[in-house]
């Protein structure tokens, strides 16, 4: 049979095999926490606790400024050491709440399990999990609670669960699919609930076989959840692209997946709802595949958010070779960072430690017009002219070229054999382009 | 660890194919028509190939040197340009004439362009046709197969026409079968003229994603579409098979047109260019004065590809989305 699958994309050697079979371990968080106000897309959560303040596992210590913003939490117990700019994986310094961990653990007494799913409603659903301060968990820290409140008149067909994990070497999701299936499945339906979904599509890359077959024997009786197995290739877990092969739909450019009657929240994500719901435990920890050449042990460990980097590698034994670059994410779209001494935080799905032979050779060449980038796009863009527009700022070229559909995966410059790293310049267009246009508006 | 990382912008790894690995897999693919040459030209053809290559290489280096720039040789175009000028020679001329083609090739097509990349046609067609305009009896002297690896290097080749020649001419000679033409025992160019060879490299090509199928197939099936509509006495009776198996189809179609640098990016404008080749090489069969057309549609359809590149904008993903109720 053939899988579904979009046009363009790549193949990259999926790396997955360092980790996969190694079950989550408990990381046992370090005395020092660290927990910055942005972890998440929009405005800035309010420190709501001062500088000797004590907190428990699961206390508000952030809360969520308007409706696109996120509630954090202390995921140890012990005191507020202070409140002061830290630098953040982003790269910037973030107002950060530090905390001495005082290894009690001490559950915070407003942590209790909510009514049973069947009892709830669709604003209770949507409640919990804004109260949970739960995000996209695929990378892009999206507030799933506004994602789930649909623009009016929109009609939600499918709630997609995005297992795909396109991006090589990382495994939390497909460990996620192994054990913790039922909570995913939970999650699956507090979502179908909120959104009164009639479908949920289960995602899974055909590389990941034995987790769909899991997830599948766990659905034996469930009618309207399914698993919907594709074909592995990069960028299958982008948005777009997974909605195309689980659903045909496209979503037309400039337009998100509830225009075209759809829902998607990551894998992590769902059963982050689920513990919610379950527990009342908001969202204060996060599988982290800790892989790349230069880790002397690699596996998949569950961290509480706010733990240092440098202390989720010790606990991964360290290194046992150079790093040569450090990437917290996926190898794709993952962002390199100057530094270990920054926290994980919600969207943190991976920490790379990639050896020079990791990062593959790059002995650049003239563009030869292969034209392999343009194959491999899968937004069907042509980056190698995108690339020379962008250099020279041609803002009507770009425009005509559809710059700022470009959803910046990576395929182009992966596949460029001259390395030409046309990723690189097309990034700089479309900030280009966009600031143009914002600019114009503002006149 | 206290020193700052180094960082650097998503994606962090690369394919392993890089530029000189892919001309390298050209040169691979290039290996099974080599052999045929020889094998039915003799020695002499492997002697031409060598010479063209090195010429190819030494003018390359030579511009750099010249012009204190970093040798660009390592990439291994150069050989690949090498190897294709000689499969477009006959294996008779004489010895001097690659590294001429060699030297028009890479210094006046190539490098005073700027390199690799920057060409405007491709270099070996546009090498040929150079050398087909300067000295054309040369260039059409074919001779028979010798079928043996060690001919005398004597000069008593028995010459032939090709079967295009043969067809144009009314000659009466023989056409060999289409069994020959397959294997490519028939006169011809050093690597024109085994069809199965070519075709091992390019199976070899696509199962690598060096190219893509849709020039090659969209211009073979061209030629093959219109040779047998017009080829005939009458429509509809044409030995398209024939056509296919002889002249420069095969290596023009899996070898020339198919050069990165002179073809279109874009789906359809490989698409485009292919039975642009196609139609072009029929005109010239079928109407022109000349039996081969191949290389001259591949050069006339390579001017025409910054043509296309400009005015085929595919249209992205979502961009043709049906409105969902
Ligand atoms: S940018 Fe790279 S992949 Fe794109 S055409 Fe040029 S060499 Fe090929
Ligand atoms: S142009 Fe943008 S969307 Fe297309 S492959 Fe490159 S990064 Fe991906």
Redesign the interface.
Known sequence: MLLKTFKGGVHPNDCKRFTKDFAIEEMPAPPTMIFPIIQHIGAPSEIVVKKGDYVKVGQLIAKQTGFVSANHHSSVSGTVKSIEAHFHPNGSMVDSIIIENDGKYDVFEDVKPAKPLEQLTDKEIVQIVSDAGIVGMGGASFPTHVKLVPPEGTRIDYVIINCAECEPYLTSDYRAMLEDGDDIIFGCKAIMKALSAPKCLIVVEDNKKDAARHLENLLKDEENISVVVVKTKYPQGSEKHIIFSATGRKVPSGKLPADVGVFVANTDTAASIARAVKTGMPLISRIVTVTGGAIKNKKNLRVRIGTPIRNVIEAAGGFVAEPERIILGGPMMGKGVFSIDLPVIKGTSAILAMTKEDLGINVVTNCTRCGKCVQACPMRLVPVTLAMHSKNENEEMLKKYHVTDCIECGACSYICPARKDPLQMIRVGKRYVIDRARMKKAQ | ?EN???????????????????MLDVVIALMPALLAGVYFFGYRAALIVLISIASAVAFEHIWNVALKKPT?I??L?AVVSGILLAFNLPSTVPLWLPVAGSFFMIVIIKMAY?????NFMNPALGARAFLLASWPSYMTSFTKPQAKLFPVLSPDFVTQATPLGILKEQSGEALPTYLDMFLGNLAGCIGETSKIALLIGFIYLLARGVI?WKIPVAFAGTVAALAWVFGGDTLFTGDWLMHLLTGGVFLGAIFMATD??TT????SG?IIFGIGCGLLTMIIRLVGGYPEGGSYSILIMNVLTPLL?KYI??????????K?A
């Open positions: 660890m700052v990382l180094k960082v650097g912008a998503a994606p962090h790894i690369v394919t392993k194919h890089d530029t000189r690995s892919v660009t390592g990439d175009s700027g390199g690799l990349g920057h893509s990165y640098t279109p990016i874009t789906e490989m590149d904008i595919p249209k992205p993903f979502g961009k043709a989305a049906k969902i």
